[in-house]
């Protein structure tokens, strides 16, 4: 029952391969070329960076390593299936029938929705496309979410409210050296998005005032003239102190305010009623320091702000986000040179992954799976009638608290490691544990493939063509360099191939990428991101094409809101923001803030930088960032392993001194996971108006390893004596 496809095939006497790609780590999307040297003993690999209007010919550590994963011999080469409670190899055939039989099995016998989707912004936009088509027409089902909910959720939504539209920049990255004042806020770019840098350098060099917050003084503060080490989650609270002062000190653009956006008078009398005073107390930021921030910003005749998820990654995200963006609406920097706001977006198609389906309230372009008309054209696009298309799910938490109470009894993942990445991991992990059914597509068996019923093995950003959209909102045109290894399938294949075999071959019939991206084209069509301009041959011939792109004669939209905002009305609209501290403070038990981040040689959760010898080499176990006063008072010295421990979980990492870091707060990077997985400790209270977790404030205790052990030993004994 296999379907025949085209396969691409590697020949002997092709030793040399020269592979133009692009990184499939973050958002920036550097553009590279591999070369493959089979001619020795074992093949060589080279990588160039190729100049190009995002990175300008720069690549980071991680780009220049990305190809060791993805020729590691840890791929996956062929289809598993658990058989006597381990993982066996299998052929295509039975991994593609068992699957379909068991999903109809369950949604017969539990309805529909007892099956759920978990998609991720690592796919091209051709696949988290059909991941929300083959959700909504091959398995009928309402849930379905991807790992981007805890990526941009805060920020695209605070975007759509204020805006009228999500697009992470609002302008082009060229536009930052004209910036007179930067405010980086909760985003580290320096180790996120490194071969940015260069372009906040040069704004410096051109008088810019860079003013950083973030709790420690990380390696973008470097650069920073303004240091706001704000307590994790006050963000809000900070930035209420902040337009105070530029209303006090009356460096409010009046005319922009009037002609282009409605609501001020609404957070004009809420700032009456902030003090500065409490302000400073509640975020720890010295009141002269908020007023020096917020001066700059408000007399430079140009700034931008960018976010990202140290602000976003709150049960405020979204409030905090528009805070920002009142800001930015309240100076009237937005719209032209210079000037602008950007949500710093995380994976590699972070931006495109968020606009075509994967997300539980969205169909293509932006649409909304709730709105009449949007339903109406995407079933017409789709050849089926509205009323089959499924209503609105649930957020990614969410369905893991569905799976784990038995409510969905099969799940597919794509693209993700959830048992790593979700807040409250241990939920999680019970949660896979229990679940009847666990497919998981990847290109390695990571924590979450460990604890699957069948895994399927998928091609790597070498292998597989397709369309990505980097941070700018620029559409760009992955190419396949190498044949996939093994048996392994494109996800685009896989989720055809598992529509075939339910029968809805019809709905599924491409024959490669570029098809897809014409169904695609079609689909976003009238949309918000609209792509209906942008086509494969565009995209070789020009160098990506900003969206929104209505027509094949269309240039594309580099800079937003030049004239006016995409709210119908177009205008753009301010939001009184309470200053609130996080749901959980420090207390007697547990007295130290805990937030978390990243660090330059990994990425995410690490399935694939650790395949990477020489990103594996450089940090080889999860670390604790501790200032040296908190260390002595908890008895930590450094290098000593460390219990971290809230409410929720233990986490078990290295002491590092660092008087970067305020000492009321301590830091842990995510890419570990098991005893390593600063998850098990983080909190899993959800933005109202997003979804999106706590992840960034938790309230913990610090202690030496062997302290924890011996508590731990001794509690145990107690309970089993009892
Ligand atoms: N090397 C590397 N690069 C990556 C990734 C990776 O895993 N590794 N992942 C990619 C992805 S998916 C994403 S989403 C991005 C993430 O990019 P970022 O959001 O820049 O990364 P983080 O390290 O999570 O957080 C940024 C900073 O927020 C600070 N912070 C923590 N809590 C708070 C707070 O309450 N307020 C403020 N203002 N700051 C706070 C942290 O100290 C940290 O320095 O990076 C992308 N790039
Ligand atoms: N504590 C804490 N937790 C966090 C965050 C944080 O800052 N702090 N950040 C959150 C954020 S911003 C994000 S984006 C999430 C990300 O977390 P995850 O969604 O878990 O992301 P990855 O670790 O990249 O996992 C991706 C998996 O998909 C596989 N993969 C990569 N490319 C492809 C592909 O093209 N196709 C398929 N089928 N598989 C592929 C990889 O091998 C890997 O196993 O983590 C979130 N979790
Ligand atoms: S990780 Fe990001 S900055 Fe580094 S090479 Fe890849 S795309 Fe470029
Ligand atoms: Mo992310």
Not at 356 to 361: L, P, V, Y
Not at 642 to 656: D, E, H, L
């Amino acid at each position: 029952m296999e379907r025949q496809i085209d396969t691409m095939t590697f020949s002997a006497e092709d030793a040399k391969k020269v592979m133009e790609t692009q990184c499939p780590f973050c958002s920036v999307q550097c553009k590279m070329e591999v070369v493959e040297d089979r001619s020795g003993r074992r093949p060589t690999y080279q990588v160039t960076a190729i100049p190009n209007k995002a990175s300008e010919g720069r690549l980071c550590v991680k780009g220049m390593n990305a190809h060791q994963h993805a020729v590691s011999r840890e791929r996956l080469l062929y289809p598993m299936m658990r058989l006597q409670g381990e993982l066996k190899r299998v052929s295509w055939e039975e991994a593609l029938s068992a699957i379909s039989i068991r999903f109809t099995e369950l949604q017969s016998q539990y309805g529909l929705n007892a099956v759920g989707l978990y998609g991720g912004g690592s796919l091209t936009n051709e696949s988290a496309y059909l991941l929300g088509k083959f959700a909504r027409v091959a398995l009928k089902t309402k849930y379905i979410d991807y790992n981007g909910r805890f990526c941009m959720s805060a920020a695209a939504s605070a975007g759509v409210k204020t805006f009228g539209i999500d697009r992470g920049l609002t302008n082009r990255l060229s536009d930052i050296p004209h910036a007179q004042c930067i405010i980086l806020a909760g985003t580290n770019i320096a180790e996120c998005q490194p071969t940015l840098m260069p372009y906040f350098t040069r704004a410096k060099e051109n008088g810019a005032t860079i003013i950083v917050i973030d709790p420690r003084a990380s390696a973008t503060a470097s650069i920073a003239d303004i240091h706001l080490q704000v307590k994790p989650g006050m963000d809000a609270a900070l930035v209420n102190g902040m337009l105070k002062v530029i209303l006090d000190e009356k460096l409010t653009d009046e005319s922009f305010i009037q002609k282009r956006t409605k609501g001020f008078s609404a957070v004009k009398e809420h700032l009456y009623q902030v003090d500065l005073e409490e302000v400073a107390e509640m975020t720890g930021v010295g009141m002269d320091r908020i007023r020096k921030a917020a001066i700059a910003f408000g007399k430079a005749a140009t700034g931008m702000i960018f976010t990202a998820r140290g602000v976003e990654q709150h049960a405020d995200g979204h409030m905090a986000v528009r805070n920002f963006l009142n800001m930015i609406l309240a100076t009237g920097k937005i719209g032209k040179e210079g000037c602008g706001y950007g949500a710093v977006t995380g994976q590699g198609n972070g931006q495109g992954g968020r606009e075509h389906g994967q997300k539980a309230d969205q169909l293509p372009g932006y649409r909304l799976i709730e709105n009449a008309d949007d339903r109406a054209y995407i079933a017409g696009v789709w050849g089926i009638q509205p009323e089959e298309l499924p209503g609105k799910g649930v957020s990614a938490y969410e369905m893991m608290e569905l799976v784990h109470s038995g409510d969905i009894k099969g799940l597919f993942i794509m693209g993700s490691n959830p048992i790593v990445s979700n807040p409250n991991a241990t939920l999680v992990e019970e949660a896979f544990e229990k679940v009847d059914f666990l497919v998981v597509a990847d290109m390695f068996l990571s924590e979450t493939a460990r604890l699957a019923d069948i895994v399927l093995p998928v091609s790597a950003y070498l292998e597989n063509e397709g369309t990505m959209t980097n941070l700018e909102g620029r559409v760009l045109l992955r190419q396949a360099g190498r044949p996939a290894p093994g048996e392994a399938r494109h996800d685009w294949q896989v989720l055809c191939d598992i529509a075939y075999s339910l029968g809805k071959e019809k709905f599924f019939t491409f024959r490669d990428s570029e098809d897809i991206f014409n169904e695609l084209r079609v689909a976003s069509r009238g949309g918000i991101a609209d792509y209906y301009g942008i086509t494969y041959d565009r995209l070789r011939k020009e160098e990506g094409i900003y969206w929104p792109c209505p027509s094949l004669d269309h240039p594309g939209t580099p800079r937003l809101f030049g004239e006016a905002f995409a709210h119908k009305d177009g205008l753009a609209v301010f939001q009184s923001v309470e200053s609130e501290s996080p749901a959980e403070q420090p207390n007697d038990e547990y007295p130290l803030y805990l937030t978390n981040g990243r660090m330059l040689s990994h990425y995410l959760t690490g399935v694939q930088t650790r395949r990477s010898p020489v990103l594996a080499a450089r940090e080889v176990e999860n670390i604790l960032e501790i200032h040296p006063n908190t260390a002595e008072k908890h008895r930590l010295e450094d290098g000593a392993l460390a219990s971290v421990q809230s409410i929720r979980g233990t986490v078990i990492v290295r002491t590092k001194l660092s008087s970067a870091i305020r000492e009321d707060t301590l830091f842990i990077p995510m890419h570990w996971g098991d005893a390593q997985n600063v998850n098990r400790v983080t909190n899993a209270l959800l933005d109202p108006n997003c979804r999106m977790p706590d992840f960034k404030s938790s309230a913990v205790r610090v202690q030496p390893l062997a302290e924890y052990l011996q508590e731990t030993a001794v509690s145990t004994k107690k309970v089993k004596v009892e």
